[in-house]
């Protein structure tokens, strides 16, 4: 459940069974064992995490509840019926031990450590990559977080910052570029932070290694801290023709004050300066981004602030989040909350301004042509994948493309797809 990350670890502990002789069978299927990677990044998670352990027991089986929300609640998930296991973010690779020595004698047993306690990275070594596609892999780089947003528990779930060693990091992007995969997204808690826990590396070091890896054609990082876009950054990515022209910048308010009250370690015009520096060197480069509507004290004045930054960035998408306070956090029992109708309103008028915003994105390429890594046949004779700056894109070949990166020419743009024409040289 929850974010690449956890799919990352969910398939990393599938990985663990399976090598041990288990088969893996859909979560609806009759099992002997259930297992729930839960998540805690809003409280939705929180009640979707429960409701997917209590559909697990009850059938005779053996039920783990493991990731976030077992980690940060243990005894809330210890409490629910029919639970055996409680493991949280940590010792997740003692799965196949733990669950082959329970026995009913125990009652639940919960193994959930600090957090916030050492230990290095779990799963060095996996078979299984989780993927969206059949032409694009997630390769966690990075776990755990440092930064402690005030509305955000994820530092207390997944303890501090953890990297994969490099030779690691490697070696499993050359097993995804033998398996076919031609794209590969970089990913973790804040991948920004990779290396900050080992010597001699981070991510501008790894990139250019990555780059180098026969097979891999695209590299996509899934979100970067608009901190990290500096001078060095942008001097790396000139060198890196397979890294992908989409930043994911999360900026949350265009507010400084509400960036204060949210610990986050930029203001407005850092971002704007962060953006400016990407397009210096990628003009066209979609920049998506997150933002909460209606965090503690935000007035009118300053939601207009965020807005306004808004479309002077002119984002390619807006992932919007009306704010839910979060029981443990900094946040939730700040003063001035907003009440549900003053979210809604605003969260409404963010989407509203994405829509528009998206749009105009996606009709400056029309007349332009698109380099797209095709992923599947949409209909017989269309196919449908995505260029490098995430739009999507849908065309006609009466060959085969899935998996292959072709120009496209894009003729118009119909419900959020830009349809086009494969050029025969491309």
Same mark, same amino acid.
């Given at each position: 459940?929850?974010?690449?990350?956890?799919?990352?670890?969910?398939?990393?502990?599938?990985?663990?069974?399976? /090598?041990?002789?288990?088969?893996?069978?859909?979560?609806?299927?009759?099992?002997?064992?259930?297992?729930?990677?839960?998540? #805690?990044?809003?409280?939705?998670?929180?009640?979707?995490?429960?409701?997917?352990?209590?559909?697990?027991?009850?059938?005779?089986?053996?039920?783990?509840?493991?990731?976030? $929300?077992?980690?940060?609640?243990?005894?809330?998930?210890?409490?629910?019926?029919?639970?055996?296991?409680?493991?949280?973010?940590?010792?997740?690779?003692?799965?196949?031990?733990?669950?082959?020595? $329970?026995?009913?004698?125990?009652?639940?047993?919960?193994?959930?450590?600090?957090?916030?306690?050492?230990?290095?990275?779990?799963?060095?070594?996996?078979?299984?990559?989780?993927?969206?596609?059949? #032409?694009?892999?997630?390769?966690?780089?990075?776990?755990?977080?440092?930064?402690?947003?005030?509305?955000?528990?994820?530092?207390?779930?997944?303890?501090?910052?953890?990297?994969?060693?490099?030779?690691?990091?490697?070696?499993?992007? @050359?097993?995804?570029?033998?398996?076919?995969?031609?794209?590969?997204?970089? #990913?973790?808690?804040?991948?920004?932070?990779?290396?900050?826990?080992?010597?001699?590396?981070?991510?501008?070091?790894?990139?250019?290694?990555?780059?180098?890896?026969?097979?891999?054609?695209?590299?996509?990082?899934?979100?970067?801290?608009?901190?990290?876009?500096?001078?060095?950054?942008?001097?790396?990515?000139?060198?890196?023709?397979?890294?992908?022209?989409?930043?994911?910048?999360?900026?949350?308010?265009?507010?400084?004050?509400?960036?204060?009250?949210?610990?986050?370690?930029? #203001?407005?015009?850092?971002?704007?300066?962060?953006?400016?520096?990407?397009?210096?060197?990628?003009?066209?480069?979609?920049?998506?981004?997150?933002?909460?509507?209606?965090?503690?004290?935000?007035?009118?004045?300053?939601?207009?602030?965020?807005?306004?930054?808004?479309?002077?960035?002119?984002?390619?998408?807006? /992932?919007?989040?009306?704010?839910?306070?979060?029981?443990?956090?900094?946040?939730?029992?700040?003063?001035? @909350?907003?009440?549900?109708?003053?979210?809604?309103?605003?969260?409404?008028?963010?989407?509203?301004?994405?829509?528009?915003?998206?749009?105009?994105?996606?009709?400056?390429?029309?007349?332009?042509?698109?380099?797209?890594?095709?992923?599947?046949?949409?209909?017989?004779?269309?196919?449908?994948?995505?260029?490098?700056?995430?739009?999507?894109?849908?065309?006609?070949?009466?060959?085969?493309?899935?998996?292959?990166? /072709?120009?496209?020419?894009?003729?118009?743009?119909?419900?959020?797809?830009?349809?086009?024409?494969?050029?025969?040289?491309?």
């Amino acid at each position: 459940m929850g974010c690449k990350v956890n799919f990352c670890d969910t398939e990393a502990m599938l990985d663990l069974f399976q /090598h041990k002789g288990y088969e893996i069978v859909p979560f609806e299927s009759e099992a002997d064992i259930y297992i729930i990677n839960t998540c #805690t990044v809003t409280n939705t998670g929180d009640k979707k995490s429960r409701q997917m352990i209590r559909r697990a027991a009850g059938r005779g089986a053996l039920v783990i509840a493991a990731g976030c $929300y077992a980690q940060v609640n243990p005894g809330d998930v210890e409490n629910i019926e029919g639970v055996n296991l409680v493991l949280g973010t940590k010792g997740r690779d003692r799965i196949v031990e733990l669950a082959e020595a $329970y026995n009913e004698s125990m009652g639940v047993n919960s193994c959930v450590p600090e957090a916030r306690s050492g230990g290095g990275w779990e799963f060095p070594g996996v078979s299984r990559f989780y993927s969206d596609s059949r #032409t694009r892999a997630f390769l966690k780089i990075q776990d755990g977080c440092d930064r402690f947003c005030s509305y955000c528990a994820i530092p207390y779930a997944r303890g501090p910052v953890k990297s994969r060693e490099p030779g690691g990091v490697l070696d499993e992007a @050359q097993r995804m570029a033998a398996g076919g995969y031609k794209e590969i997204v970089l #990913t973790g808690i804040h991948v920004a932070s990779y290396g900050k826990d080992l010597k001699n590396t981070n991510l501008i070091k790894i990139l250019p290694m990555l780059n180098n890896i026969d097979g891999i054609e695209r590299i996509r990082l899934s979100s970067v801290d608009p901190v990290f876009i500096d001078n060095e950054f942008i001097d790396c990515i000139r060198g890196l023709p397979k890294l992908c022209d989409h930043f994911h910048l999360s900026l949350q308010s265009g507010s400084d004050r509400v960036l204060r009250r949210m610990n986050r370690r930029y #203001t407005a015009v850092e971002y704007l300066n962060a953006v400016s520096l990407l397009r210096s060197v990628l003009p066209e480069a979609a920049v998506t981004t997150d933002i909460i509507a209606g965090f503690p004290g935000e007035t009118d004045a300053e939601f207009e602030q965020t807005l306004s930054l808004a479309q002077t960035v002119r984002f390619a998408k807006i /992932h919007v989040f009306p704010f839910s306070p979060k029981k443990g956090t900094a946040a939730a029992g700040m003063p001035g @909350q907003v009440g549900e109708a003053v979210k809604s309103e605003r969260a409404h008028m963010l989407l509203s301004l994405s829509e528009r915003l998206s749009q105009a994105y996606m009709r400056s390429f029309v007349g332009k042509a698109l380099p797209a890594l095709f992923e599947h046949p949409r209909e017989p004779g269309v196919y449908e994948g995505y260029a490098s700056n995430y739009i999507k894109i849908r065309a006609k070949s009466i060959t085969d493309v899935t998996n292959q990166i /072709h120009t496209v020419y894009v003729d118009c743009i119909k419900d959020e797809c830009a349809y086009g024409t494969i050029l025969q040289n491309g």
